[in-house]
Protein backbone atom coordinates (compact mmCIF):
# COMPACT_ATOMS: atom_id res chain seq x y z
CA UNK A 1 0.00 0.00 0.00
CA UNK A 2 2.86 2.80 0.24
CA UNK A 3 2.49 3.47 -3.85
CA UNK A 4 -1.15 4.48 -2.72
CA UNK A 5 -2.52 6.79 -0.46
CA UNK A 6 -6.77 6.96 0.62
CA UNK A 7 -7.63 10.16 -0.41
CA UNK A 8 -11.82 9.16 -0.08
CA UNK A 9 -14.44 6.76 0.53
CA UNK A 10 -17.88 6.39 -1.11
CA UNK A 11 -20.74 7.07 1.57
CA UNK A 12 -23.59 5.92 -0.73
CA UNK A 13 -25.94 6.98 -3.21
CA UNK A 14 -26.96 10.51 -4.28
CA UNK A 15 -30.12 10.56 -6.52
CA UNK A 16 -31.82 8.36 -8.51
CA UNK A 17 -28.97 8.48 -11.74
CA UNK A 18 -26.19 6.93 -10.27
CA UNK A 19 -24.66 9.75 -8.78
CA UNK A 20 -22.59 9.01 -5.50
CA UNK A 21 -21.82 11.01 -2.22
CA UNK A 22 -18.60 11.28 -1.92
CA UNK A 23 -15.84 11.86 1.84
CA UNK A 24 -12.60 13.12 1.02
CA UNK A 25 -9.68 12.66 2.73
CA UNK A 26 -7.95 15.62 1.11
CA UNK A 27 -6.96 19.01 2.70
CA UNK A 28 -8.82 20.65 -0.03
CA UNK A 29 -11.78 18.61 -0.48
CA UNK A 30 -12.69 18.71 -4.49
CA UNK A 31 -8.85 17.84 -4.55
CA UNK A 32 -9.60 14.21 -4.41
CA UNK A 33 -10.83 14.00 -8.50
CA UNK A 34 -7.70 15.66 -9.90
CA UNK A 35 -5.59 12.94 -9.05
CA UNK A 36 -6.56 10.69 -12.09
CA UNK A 37 -8.63 7.41 -11.85
CA UNK A 38 -8.88 6.28 -7.95
CA UNK A 39 -9.07 2.64 -7.57
CA UNK A 40 -10.74 0.50 -5.06
CA UNK A 41 -8.29 -1.23 -2.08
CA UNK A 42 -7.65 -4.18 -3.49
CA UNK A 43 -7.11 -2.38 -6.91
CA UNK A 44 -9.82 -4.54 -8.96
CA UNK A 45 -11.73 -1.38 -9.72
CA UNK A 46 -10.86 2.05 -10.89
CA UNK A 47 -13.21 5.16 -11.82
CA UNK A 48 -12.59 8.59 -13.06
CA UNK A 49 -14.38 10.78 -11.25
CA UNK A 50 -16.36 14.02 -12.29
CA UNK A 51 -17.29 16.22 -9.12
CA UNK A 52 -20.98 17.42 -9.75
CA UNK A 53 -21.61 19.79 -6.18
CA UNK A 54 -21.21 19.45 -2.73
CA UNK A 55 -23.54 18.13 -0.24
CA UNK A 56 -23.92 18.07 3.49
CA UNK A 57 -20.99 16.67 4.87
CA UNK A 58 -19.21 15.38 1.13
CA UNK A 59 -19.38 16.20 -2.48
CA UNK A 60 -21.23 14.49 -4.96
CA UNK A 61 -19.90 13.00 -8.41
CA UNK A 62 -20.25 10.64 -11.43
CA UNK A 63 -18.03 7.52 -11.40
CA UNK A 64 -16.70 5.80 -14.62
CA UNK A 65 -19.36 2.95 -14.59
CA UNK A 66 -21.65 3.42 -12.42
CA UNK A 67 -25.23 4.16 -13.95
CA UNK A 68 -27.45 3.45 -11.56
CA UNK A 69 -28.67 4.39 -7.56
CA UNK A 70 -28.32 0.12 -6.95
CA UNK A 71 -24.86 0.41 -8.75
CA UNK A 72 -23.99 3.35 -6.09
CA UNK A 73 -25.29 1.47 -3.18
CA UNK A 74 -23.52 -1.10 -3.91
CA UNK A 75 -20.39 0.74 -3.72
CA UNK A 76 -21.34 2.88 -0.33
CA UNK A 77 -18.08 1.92 2.57
CA UNK A 78 -15.16 1.70 -0.57
CA UNK A 79 -12.33 3.93 -0.03
CA UNK A 80 -10.64 5.09 -2.83
CA UNK A 81 -7.46 5.13 -3.19
CA UNK A 82 -4.65 7.31 -5.48
CA UNK A 83 -1.31 6.42 -6.46
CA UNK A 84 1.41 8.29 -4.24
CA UNK A 85 2.97 9.96 -7.26
CA UNK A 86 0.10 11.43 -8.28
CA UNK A 87 -0.17 13.52 -4.48
CA UNK A 88 1.38 16.86 -4.35
CA UNK A 89 5.31 16.65 -2.44
CA UNK A 90 4.73 18.35 1.37
CA UNK A 91 6.72 20.92 3.45
CA UNK A 92 8.87 19.22 5.96
CA UNK A 93 6.64 19.93 8.83
CA UNK A 94 4.14 18.46 6.99
CA UNK A 95 2.84 14.26 6.99
CA UNK A 96 0.73 12.04 5.05
CA UNK A 97 -1.32 9.82 7.58
CA UNK A 98 -0.26 6.55 5.57
CA UNK A 99 3.68 8.00 6.08
CA UNK A 100 2.73 8.11 10.28
CA UNK A 101 1.40 4.59 10.25
CA UNK A 102 3.56 2.04 11.81
CA UNK A 103 6.95 4.38 12.80
CA UNK A 104 8.08 3.50 16.09
CA UNK A 105 7.82 6.32 18.98
CA UNK A 106 10.52 6.80 21.17
CA UNK A 107 10.66 9.30 24.10
CA UNK A 108 13.04 12.01 24.76
CA UNK A 109 15.87 9.60 26.22
CA UNK A 110 14.95 7.04 23.51
CA UNK A 111 12.83 4.46 25.74
CA UNK A 112 10.42 3.03 22.95
CA UNK A 113 6.80 4.05 23.57
CA UNK A 114 5.55 1.53 21.12
CA UNK A 115 3.89 2.01 17.55
CA UNK A 116 1.31 4.88 15.73
CA UNK A 117 -1.32 2.32 15.10
CA UNK A 118 -3.62 4.68 13.82
CA UNK A 119 -3.80 8.65 12.96
CA UNK A 120 -6.95 10.05 14.23
CA UNK A 121 -8.65 14.02 13.88
CA UNK A 122 -12.26 14.30 15.10
CA UNK A 123 -11.98 17.64 14.32
CA UNK A 124 -9.44 19.27 17.19
CA UNK A 125 -6.51 18.68 15.63
CA UNK A 126 -4.57 15.49 14.89
CA UNK A 127 -3.95 12.52 17.23
CA UNK A 128 -1.21 9.60 17.07
CA UNK A 129 -2.94 6.46 18.37
CA UNK A 130 0.38 4.29 19.70
CA UNK A 131 0.01 0.56 20.21
CA UNK A 132 2.41 -2.62 21.60
CA UNK A 133 5.51 -3.30 23.70
CA UNK A 134 6.20 -1.77 25.98
CA UNK A 135 1.81 -0.46 26.47
CA UNK A 136 -0.71 -2.58 27.34
CA UNK A 137 -3.31 -1.01 25.78
CA UNK A 138 -3.59 2.41 23.14
CA UNK A 139 -2.56 5.99 24.36
CA UNK A 140 -3.93 8.57 22.36
CA UNK A 141 -1.31 11.47 21.68
CA UNK A 142 -1.98 15.12 20.43
CA UNK A 143 0.25 15.05 16.88
CA UNK A 144 2.29 18.99 18.12
CA UNK A 145 5.24 20.34 17.32
CA UNK A 146 5.45 20.54 21.07
CA UNK A 147 4.52 16.87 22.21
CA UNK A 148 6.10 15.12 18.79
CA UNK A 149 9.01 17.25 18.05
CA UNK A 150 10.79 14.86 15.25
CA UNK A 151 9.18 13.24 12.85
CA UNK A 152 12.05 11.12 10.57
CA UNK A 153 10.40 8.91 8.16
CA UNK A 154 13.77 7.32 6.82
CA UNK A 155 14.36 5.94 9.85
CA UNK A 156 10.65 5.02 10.39
CA UNK A 157 10.56 6.47 13.78
CA UNK A 158 9.79 9.52 15.96
CA UNK A 159 9.95 11.23 19.17
CA UNK A 160 8.06 12.30 21.70
CA UNK A 161 8.53 14.27 24.62
CA UNK A 162 4.90 13.56 26.19
CA UNK A 163 3.17 15.62 28.67
CA UNK A 164 3.59 14.62 32.46
CA UNK A 165 1.13 11.68 33.18
CA UNK A 166 0.47 10.68 29.63
CA UNK A 167 2.36 7.53 29.64
CA UNK A 168 1.74 6.64 33.60
CA UNK A 169 -0.77 3.65 34.73
Not at 47 to 63: N, P
Not at 111 to 134: F, Q, S, T
Not at 137 to 142: A, D, I, N, T
Amino acid sequence: MADRVCVGAIAGAFGVRGDVRLKSFCAVAEDLASYGPLSTEDGTRRFDITLTGTVKGGLSARLSGVATKEQADALRGIRLYAPREALPSLPDDEFYYADLVGLQAFDTGGAPLGRVAAVLNHGAGDILELRGAPLKGSVLVPFTNAIVPTVDLAAGRLVIDPPEGLFET
